[in-house]
């Protein structure tokens, strides 16, 4: 029994590689692909869910927002990949600490040029790649671990960032003390944070958004395909809107493989209100599935790790949910093109819009090449609201 099963995990993953790499070999890049951006895989922290969730105080909705039959407007905003701090193995300051002393100390140098974008919102969460520590390196064999220190968490908490998706191939660069140092950081800062093995939990207005984050690596697929359901399940029967985040797929990649397409849209069928994805370092296309949105990787957001980075656009993906008595549906979506950088020339991690029409047609033109192919891909990828 057991060897049959095996034998049909196999051929399973043989047919998932095979349409994987069809789809990548049809990927449409502006840019030429950087090898330095490449990691060694590692093994993914134990997978077990908990309901224990992580929580911030109830917020509210902006004014504007809040209609005269008591219905309200919620707008979410999601970003990509976040990289602080450095490498302490290495000897000198980390790129990101010569940044900072350019910027005269000022942390907050990191969202200057997206800051009022995030503060205007109800919730915005990223995927925070990284640890808030002092504990010495774990993973001694990396070629790349990141760390910084506790007290930069303020940039999240300045910058308008209330929540992080916290399941990655970076988190335990430190160990577990490392770990565990980084989630009291973020606590400290009234920070909600979620991981596979807590829910985070952000209330505003008295609607409560559960937030479940997983690491998709290929021998995890089938087992994800039973268990991130159920907790969508689980999460829905006691929270209003439900967003679930995946760390998946292969880096540098410009479009989903099959097991995220899979995976994402078993996510919406258990019932989940939005899939975020991140791990690839590009940015991937939207799909609009049973009336839910997949937006398959937001790429960058601030990322620490290369100031040369051969492809530094990224967006901003934003939605708006409708609350009234008694329903929550999602409205409109729009996506914001930006550079990792506020410079041309090299990466200062300051994430930009974009305000030339060229540079955010090639944004929007590159998601709709690489769509092609994928079967609820999104038509349009209006960069205003509509």
């Known amino acids: 029994m057991k060897r049959t099963?095996?034998?049909?995990?196999?051929?399973?993953?043989?047919?998932?590689?095979?349409?994987?790499?069809?789809?990548?070999?049809?990927?449409?890049?502006?840019?030429?692909?950087?090898?330095?951006?490449?990691?060694?895989?590692?093994?993914?922290?134990?997978?077990?869910?908990?309901?224990?969730?992580?929580?911030?105080?109830?917020?509210?909705?902006q004014p504007?927002?809040?209609?005269?039959?008591?219905?309200?407007?919620?707008?979410?905003?999601?970003?990509?990949?976040?990289?602080?701090?450095g490498d302490v193995r290495k000897r000198g300051d980390s790129l990101f600490e010569r940044e900072l002393k350019k910027q005269g100390g000022d942390?907050?140098?990191?969202?200057?040029?997206?800051?009022?974008?995030?503060?205007?919102?109800?919730?915005?969460?990223?995927?925070?790649?990284?640890?808030?520590?002092?504990?010495?390196?774990?993973?001694?064999?990396?070629?790349?671990?990141?760390?910084a220190p506790?007290?930069?968490?303020?940039?999240?908490?300045?910058?308008?960032?209330?929540?992080?998706?916290?399941?990655?191939?970076?988190?335990?660069?430190?160990?577990?003390?490392?770990l565990k140092d980084t989630k009291a950081a973020l606590e400290s800062a009234g920070i909600v944070w979620s991981d596979a093995q807590n829910k985070g939990v952000y209330e505003i207005n008295g609607v409560s958004i559960a937030m479940l984050t997983y690491q998709q690596y290929r021998e995890q697929v089938a087992e994800l395909l039973i268990k991130v359901p159920q907790d969508v399940q689980n999460a829905k029967a006691l929270h209003d809107i439900v967003i679930v985040s995946f760390h998946w797929g292969a880096e540098l990649d410009y479009k989903p493989n099959s097991n995220q397409i899979e995976l994402g849209r078993a996510t919406i069928d258990a019932g989940a209100d939005l899939v975020l994805g991140h791990h690839s370092h590009r940015i991937n296309?939207?799909?609009?599935?049973?009336?839910?949105?997949?937006?398959?990787?937001?790429?960058?957001?601030?990322?620490?790790?290369?100031?040369?980075?051969?492809?530094?656009?990224?967006?901003?993906?934003?939605?708006?949910?409708?609350?009234?008595?008694?329903?929550?549906?999602?409205?409109?979506?729009?996506?914001?093109?930006?550079?990792?950088?506020?410079?041309?020339?090299?990466?200062?991690?300051?994430?930009?819009?974009?305000t030339d029409q060229y540079l955010i047609n090639n944004v929007v033109d590159m998601l709709l090449k690489n769509s092609k192919g994928l079967e609820y891909a999104v038509d349009r990828y209006p960069v205003d609201w509509e």
């Not at 995990?9 to 789809?23: E, I």
């Not at 049973?290 to 967006?315: C, E, H, Q």
Request: with cysteine; glycine share 6%.
């Open 64 to 85: 504007e927002r809040q209609f005269k039959d008591g219905s309200f407007q919620l707008v979410i905003t999601a970003g990509g990949d976040m990289t602080i701090g």
């Open 285 to 354: 296309p939207i799909e609009f599935y049973k009336g839910r949105y997949i937006v398959y990787s937001l790429g960058n957001f601030s990322f620490a790790g290369n100031n040369k980075p051969s492809d530094m656009s990224t967006f901003l993906f934003q939605i708006r949910f409708n609350v009234k008595q008694n329903s929550i549906e999602p409205d409109s979506f729009r996506i914001i093109p930006c550079r990792i950088s506020s410079r041309k020339d090299y990466n200062d991690f300051a994430p930009t819009p974009f």
């Open 5 to 61: 099963s095996l034998l049909l995990l196999a051929v399973t993953l043989l047919c998932a590689l095979s349409t994987g790499m069809a789809l990548a070999d049809e990927e449409i890049s502006i840019y030429d692909l950087d090898p330095s951006l490449l990691a060694t895989p590692e093994p993914p922290p134990a997978n077990t869910y908990s309901a224990e969730p992580t929580l911030q105080p109830p917020a509210t909705v």
């Open 150 to 178: 506790p007290e930069y968490v303020s940039i999240l908490r300045d910058g308008g960032i209330e929540a992080v998706a916290l399941q990655n191939n970076h988190v335990m660069d430190h160990g577990e003390t490392g």
């Open 107 to 147: 942390l907050n140098f990191l969202t200057r040029n997206v800051r009022d974008i995030l503060l205007a919102d109800d919730l915005t969460i990223v995927n925070f790649e990284g640890t808030l520590t002092t504990a010495p390196v774990y993973k001694t064999n990396n070629q790349f671990v990141f760390s």
